[in-house]
């Protein structure tokens, strides 16, 4: 037992070493302006930070965490499905998706979601 554990522990490290050496000699050395900038939601990080930012940018991002926290939402409900009555399980299930979509339409009445002003 204690020699399968000592050949396991063995070839454990000898993996370990040959991914390290390989990740060390894989590496490509040449640098582009454009890989070794960081990306910040479209921007060009060289040029004025002062620039106008899109205000249709950051509501499609908000609906997108908005919906997105809906999901979170919408499991446990999914996953209490069989333990509950299904009367009030349709109740509830209909009252939350009528929420979501007067907040769809509020937003597509606002204009929230038209891509060209």
Request: some cysteine; aromatic content about 16%; glycine content about 2%.
């Amino acid at each position: 037992m204690k020699l399968i554990f000592l050949i396991s522990l063995i070839i454990l490290m000898i993996n370990f070493l040959l991914v390290l050496i390989l990740n060390l000699i894989s590496k490509k050395t040449f640098s582009d302006r454009e890989k070794s900038s960081p990306f910040e939601c479209g921007f060009d990080p060289k040029n004025s930070a002062r620039l106008p930012f899109s205000l249709q940018f950051f509501l499609i991002a908000v609906i997108f965490l908005l919906f997105d926290v809906e999901l979170t939402l919408l499991l446990p409900l999914i996953l209490t499905l069989k333990i509950s009555n299904i009367l009030s399980y349709s109740w509830i299930s209909m009252f939350f998706i009528i929420i979501l979509l007067m907040g769809l339409y509020h937003e597509w009445n606002q204009g929230a979601l038209d891509w060209a002003y």
